[in-house]
Every structure is written in structure tokens, then in C-alpha cells.
């Protein structure tokens, strides 16, 4: 379902759609986060929890895909550790 998307937002874990990328410094694009997370190279909510931003993301996802808000939030919490702004490694 979510395999075929080829960008994730590295913040939320929504796909991005083409006019969605959020934007550097500069001005560029960029290909990690979707708008909503990222804007003129700065998060627009430094301070979210990832659990918050989990239940969030469960809620669009439900709704887009019509799985439950549960499965979606079972998904994204696995997710969610592997993506860059989460990731304590990086
Ligand atoms: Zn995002």
C-alpha cells in the first residue's frame, strides 16, 4: 500500500506529494520532509513529540486509506524509529 510511494516525510512518515516538499534555507526543495513539517529549513513544530505526531499521522492515513486509526498507528510506530528526524543514531 504505502511500498509504491517513493518519498516519505522523514518527520510525519506521510508520503509527499510533488508540490509538498518543504523547503531549505535557500529556497531549494527539500527531499526529505513534506511542507507541513519543514519550511525554510526549520521544523514548523520543533517541540512534537513523536508520539503526537504518530497519533497525527494515523489520523490522515486512516482516513486516506480507510485503514483503521489502530493499524495505522501500529504501522507508523515501527516506522517512525527508522525515519531521520526520529532516528537517535543519526
Ligand atoms: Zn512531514
Do not use: H, V
Not at 508540490?19 to 512534537?48: A, L, Q
Amino acid at each position: 500500500m504505502w511500498g509504491n510511494i517513493e518519498s516519505i516525510c522523514q518527520s510525519c512518515g506521510l508520503p509527499i506529494e510533488d508540490d509538498k516538499f518543504g523547503s531549505n534555507p535557500d529556497g531549494t526543495f527539500s527531499e526529505d520532509y513534506c511542507i507541513k513539517c519543514y519550511e525554510d529549513g526549520e521544523f514548523n513544530e520543533p517541540t512534537i513529540q513523536m508520539e503526537d505526531l504518530i497519533e497525527r499521522s494515523a489520523r490522515y492515513m486512516s482516513d486516506d486509506t480507510g485503514i483503521s486509526e489502530e493499524d495505522a498507528k501500529r504501522k507508523l510506530e515501527k516506522l517512525f524509529p527508522t525515519l531521520r528526524r526520529w532516528n537517535d543514531s543519526w
